[in-house]
């Protein structure tokens, strides 16, 4: 059985503040041309998407980097909820069970409920720390979330968030170690401890990331 963990991208999608927004627009029609094209715009993170070490790391690997079945994981379901705005995922979260075989632990924090609001920027995140003991294990993660660092909330871009780390470190944790990245995941309520996942991006030359298909496999 397959289950689509990936948002549709449409006109207006929620995008990461400051990225560009998506644009799905007819630029041809069947009434007029007699056949259907649309004009797509977006950034290469937009929607449900996959980070390349490029991302954060200046000489980062890109998409180009790493073979097509390295989208293909073993995934573990670290399910959070009922989560906290802004709440920090500290390393007691990861999980002392985790099987070496698992290359991608898929955190589940609740926050899909609130794509396209603006209550998603203030989603849970990871610690360093956390971000740390994924390096150690060497497995990647995905989140239903902006990301695995805070984002800044929808009052103030600038607003200082107190304890909250400022920057990237997570991503730079990560992609710094060539460990995958899987943003804006929905669809994970009642998905098994463990299963497959594909996350295959559009192959967007020389990228620093780009949407994905993302499905998981349950049997």
């Known amino acids: 059985m397959y289950r689509d963990l990936s948002h549709p991208l449409r006109t207006g999608a929620p995008t990461y503040p400051g990225d560009p927004d998506v644009s799905v627009e007819p630029a041809a029609t069947h009434e007029a041309d007699g056949y259907s094209v649309h004009t797509v715009e977006l950034g290469s993170h937009a929607g449900t998407h996959v980070d390349a070490p490029r991302h954060t790391e200046p000489d980062g690997a890109t998409l180009d980097d790493r073979e097509v079945g390295e989208w293909a994981f073993d995934a573990r379901l670290l399910d959070l909820t009922p989560c906290e705005p802004r709440e920090a995922v500290g390393p007691d979260a990861f999980p002392d069970d985790l099987d070496p075989a698992i290359d991608l632990l898929v955190v589940r924090t609740g926050w899909a409920d609130r794509w396209g609001t603006d209550a998603y920027r203030d989603h849970p995140f990871l610690t360093p720390e956390f971000a ?88």
């Open 132 to 219: 740390e003991r994924c390096v150690d294990a060497g497995v990647g993660v995905g989140l239903d979330t902006f990301g695995p660092d805070p984002t800044a909330p929808a009052e103030s871009a600038d607003d200082d968030s107190g304890d909250e780390p400022t920057g990237f470190p997570a991503h730079h944790a990560l992609l710094g170690a060539g460990l995958p990245v899987v943003e804006n995941l929905r669809n994970l309520a009642g998905l098994p401890r463990r299963f497959a996942c594909y996350a295959f991006p559009l192959p967007l030359a020389e990228s620093d990331g780009a949407p994905a298909r993302v499905v998981a496999k349950t049997r």
